[in-house]
């Protein structure tokens, strides 16, 4: 994958989407200092989705993909959820396989990027619902962590299986109702990111995506920590609104409440994570 | 028949604050011009959540941008 991708033939330029043409001209390739305030301005790497009005993944998905430091060098391995319906709408290469064996995936895609490119820094990033990463792909994400592998994890946790119809998952609350779940859950939320941590992660942060900026800089040092240490994981709490039975314009004030609470913002570091992180604050690269 | 959002741009211009379009949840569709120093929708991609609205309205108090109808908007300012 290279920006070439997107140049367009000049005599062919007239017929082309306007939206094809702006992904040439108007997005921001190219430059590791790009971020969340770029989006007011520039044509974003996401193109129309396919996700319900106010959903706060959507909101999740324009801060990632602005963040991205490196977004033409940059794989996505996704799984099968609401997120994988975004995915035919970015910009950048992505795989979906089967549902949950995208960290195996992304190991794989990953060794095999330094084999084949060892002079280029290629970024491979897992995005993948909470069934994906702690119910059915549970073992291969922690199989990757054990192995020490440079890839970034970002989970969005919804805490249900939304597109089904409201299964819970492990994520769900104790005590939480769903449609399919009538009796309310009745075991602990399962404290991934302490899961991660003991599993050898280098970088863990656990946020809501209420904060873009917040977001933003999670998203950065994770990836920089994920290139040269090991591996790391981030946790994005997006609330389905549909499921909690809230209306479109909610969802922000959701997950404001719920930063006070169970989201309080969370992050740990390696000692070998600090120093990349400190070094890369220092180039003005966070 | 369905509701978009809408800048009113005298409103607007006032602040220079950009924050509706960092929230809306779409890609590319509350953007923001330097030139006349406001925000602006792209009318064909906004679902209409309105949380643009709660931004500007219930949390920074501005209240620029309002929910119309897509027939009744204001056709001569939207870019």
């Known amino acids: 994958m290279s920006f070439n991708i997107f140049k367009i033939n000049e005599d062919l330029k007239e017929f082309m989407p306007p939206e094809i043409v702006d992904l040439e001209e108007k997005a921001t390739w190219g430059n590791p200092k790009r971020g969340v305030m770029d989006l007011p301005y520039s044509k974003e ?5 396919s996700l319900c009005a106010g959903c706060p993944e959507s909101a999740a998905f ?32 992505t795989v979906h396989s089967l549902f949950g064996n995208q960290n195996a995936i992304a190991s794989g895609i990953k060794r095999v990027l330094e084999w084949r490119f060892p002079d280029k820094v290629k970024d491979v990033i897992v995005l993948a619902g909470d069934g994906a990463t702690v119910d059915i792909g549970l073992d291969c994400t922690l199989q990757s962590f ?6 970034t994890t970002i989970c969005f946790d919804n805490e249900v299986y939304a597109n089904t119809g409201g299964q819970e998952s492990g994520l769900t609350v104790k005590g939480h109702v769903f449609k399919m779940a009538p009796k309310g859950k009745q075991w602990d939320k399962v404290p991934i990111w302490q899961i991660a941590i003991d599993s050898g992660c280098h970088y863990v942060a656990r946020l809501t995506v209420s904060s873009p900026k917040k977001v933003e800089k999670v ?5 920089y920590v994920a290139r040269e240490v090991g591996p790391t994981y981030v946790h994005l709490y997006t609330p389905c609104i549909l499921e909690i039975g809230l209306n479109s314009d909610d969802g922000l ?3 404001r409440r719920t930063d006070k609470e169970r989201f309080k913002f969370f992050e740990y570091m390696t000692d070998e994570a600090k120093e990349v992180i400190q070094r890369k604050k220092e180039e003005g690269l966070i | 028949m369905y509701y978009v959002a809408q800048v009113i741009r ?10 509706c379009t960092l929230f809306c949840p779409e890609p590319n569709t509350l953007m923001y011009t330097d030139e006349t120093h406001h925000a602006y929708v792209l009318t064909e991609r906004c679902k209409g959540c309105a949380l643009c609205v709660y931004v500007c ?11 119309v109808y897509a027939e ?4 001569a300012g939207v870019r």
Do not use: W
């Not at chain 1, 790497?45 to 989705?49: M, V, Y």
């Not at chain 1, 998203?219 to 990836?223: E, L, P, R, S, V």
């Not at chain 2, 309205?57 to 929910?67: F, P, Q, T, Y």
């Open chain 1, 146 to 151: 054990f192995r020490q592998e440079k890839i």
């Open chain 1, 62 to 93: 324009r801060y990632i993909l602005a963040s991205l430091p490196n977004p033409e060098e940059t794989i996505i391995v996704n799984s099968t959820g609401c997120t994988s319906l975004v995915f035919p709408h970015i910009a950048l290469h």
């Open chain 1, 253 to 255: 004030e959701e997950m």
């Open chain 1, 219 to 223: 998203i950065k040092q994770a990836i």
């Open chain 2, 72 to 75: 009744n908007r204001d056709v």
């Open chain 1, 45 to 49: 790497l996401l193109e129309e989705h």
């Open chain 2, 10 to 19: 005298d409103e607007c211009t006032k602040y220079n604050c950009k924050q």
């Open chain 2, 57 to 67: 309205s219930n949390l920074l108090k501005r209240d620029s941008i309002e929910m």
